[in-house]
């Protein structure tokens, strides 16, 4: 507090002053605010043009038969992004249908139920998840999960859930260990930390008078946390994993050692497929003629759209959620 | 704590990293330092000749490799002093640019597979097979095909998971360029590049990647460098020559395709040494290529690099048999010596 103020009431000449400085910094600060955070903006505007622009000879050539066709043939120079988009996707999907469910017990967990002595070691734990860079996971992933698979978890899936009419056809084919569904678990283990740090700080920070209130009416820790905790921060529970779902669109070095990168389509999930960055890291290098290589820039181009579209899905069910619950 | 509040450090160890590269190993940028960028294939030799010909007085060689393709274009960009290629550009292409090339060392490309109680060398191939089973159309080791050429070998009658490169690259270029040379179903529907649109199998990023992928996959075939085969132990197949024998891949019959191969009326060196003729011959046998400008804007570093593959190319063969390539044959490495004294100054 402003000591002098309450001191010297009658220095009318010192207040203006102060209050004009007050002013100009005031002013510089929302200059320096909004001056960051327009350079995010501009920035990101600036990589889509640009990735747009290298890309621009692919889309000129191809037009709309670069995202709806599945050649990728460097030979004959055609080039779809079908394939990498849909693998980026399914892959996607599998991490989300993996890491949310576990995340969500994780955060429960620490937030509401463990004793307060083993919540900062499993905390820690999880967080570390987060720090092993995405290549160990993904030598991880090819020398000894994809094995794992091959030999315990795919044969298993094949034989119970192949014959079945609709489930049987996404787990055919032979148990290679290497495909979309190993891609998927490895990607849904990546995404565990990033969901679930931002779901135990969001219940954490739930009012303690909210939550007393009702375990005073006498509701179970289950009710509190279905009737509570989660309508309270269903927001950011959603934009936490969507936040984990645009981290495991872009991921590139984990998937690119699992998933096989053949640019068939292919239904099952246990068949190798491809991911729109894990087909840029592979094939940039050696990209040798001008179409290829614009093929590869607008497979970003496209990464970045497929994200937009998918963080725009997200705010709008954010938008009906909030409306729903009013 | 959460993951956000780790930024400060991630940025911090970030920053210490760019200070290290500082403060590193001096760049050579120096008059006489010499640059080259190009294939990876021959990334472990070159960096061994480095340090050995620094060792001796000589400069220091700077060599980046970025794949075979990069490796062109940034010799054609002028960024380097010269570039290194497993694919060989035709001379038309090279004189547009104002180009010399010439053959460096040489390796193959070998067939490997995953088979329970198979040996190394004991299946045998055709080219035409490989290309069947590349295109998907044999599909299982039980195959009559694969059983004909392999008489009492008792094979699985599982199927064949075929796998390939997933990057571009210049033991891609090679393997396909055979096939495409030995079946012309093969050049039909897939062709030959650093890259081609495979019709089945799985891929692995470089060969160490192709390496994993097969030790990892029973059943599995696929395609890697010699060295790769050597360090991992790998199962590799013998491979029949153009003389119809079957040949397996080793120092002597790579030098037997090298020595029968037409170098001498090949302008540049442009030549892929693909079933080459002779009894002893290994038919998928390939070369890397060193580019340099004829006339260089900056002679002394021209100088210098020449003087270093000089060097490589009579008193480094040791090295390279020490780390599994092949030296040229004596008589090829006279014709380069020629090359570099008439066509590069």
Known sequence: MDASVITQPDAPAFRPRRAHAATRGDRAFRWLTAGAAWLVLFVLVAAAASMAWGGRLAFRTFGWDFITGSDWDAVGQRFGALVPIYGTLVSSAIAMLIAVPISLGIAIFLAEVAPRWIRGPIGLAVELLAAIPSIIYGMWGLFVFAPFMANHIEPWLTERLGPLPILGPLFSGPPIGIGMLTAGIILGIMTIPFISSVMRDVFQAVPPALRESAFALGATPWEVVRKVTIPHTRSAVIGAIFLGFGRALGETMAVTFVLGNAHDFSVSLLMPGNSIAAAIANEFTEADSAIYLSALIALGFLLFVVTFIVLAIAKLMLVRVERKAR | ?345
């Open chain 2, 1 to 345: 704590m959460t993951i956000f509040s780790r930024l400060p450090i991630a940025l911090a160890a970030l920053s210490l990293a760019a200070c290290s590269d500082n403060g590193g190993a001096p760049v050579p940028t120096g008059q006489n330092g010499v640059t080259g960028a190009g294939s990876t294939f021959v990334y472990p030799i070159l960096s061994k000749w480095s340090a050995d010909y620094a060792e001796g007085g000589g400069d220091r060689v700077n060599y980046q490799s970025i794949g075979s393709g990069g490796g062109i274009a940034q010799i054609k960009a002028g960024t380097v002093d010269f570039g290194a290629s497993d694919k060989p550009l035709p001379p038309a292409e090279l004189a547009q640019a104002g180009l010399g090339q010439f053959p460096l060392v040489i390796g193959g490309v070998v067939p490997v597979v995953n088979i329970a109680g198979i040996k190394p060398g004991q299946l045998r191939f055709t080219g035409p097979l490989l290309a069947d089973i590349y295109l998907g159309k044999v599909k299982s080791w039980s195959d009559p095909a694969i059983a004909r050429l392999n008489p009492g070998v008792s094979l699985p009658a599982k199927p064949i998971t075929v796998v390939h490169r997933s990057d571009g690259s210049g033991t891609t270029f090679n393997w396909v360029h055979y096939l495409s040379q030995i079946s012309p179903a093969w050049q039909a529907r897939v062709g030959e590049g650093t890259s081609v649109q495979w019709p089945v199998g799985v891929g692995g990023k470089g060969n160490e990647g192709v390496a994993a992928y097969v030790n990892q996959i029973p059943n599995s075939l696929g395609y890697v460098e010699y060295a790769y085969v050597i360090q991992n132990r790998m199962t590799f197949g013998q491979v029949q020559n153009a003389a119809g024998r079957f040949v397996a891949p080793s120092a002597a019959s790579f030098q037997a395709a090298a020595s029968h191969a037409d170098w001498a009326h090949a302008q540049d060196f442009h030549l892929v040494m693909t079933n080459a003729p002779g009894e002893d011959a290994y038919p998928i046998t390939a070369t890397t290529f060193v580019m340099m400008y004829k006339a260089s804007k900056n002679p002394q570093r021209s100088a210098a690099a020449l003087k270093f593959f000089r060097w490589a190319l009579s008193k480094g063969q040791a090295e390279a048999t020490a780390l599994d390539y092949v030296p040229l044959p004596p008589d090829l490495a006279k014709q380069v010596d020629a090359y570099l004294t008439s066509t590069i100054k």
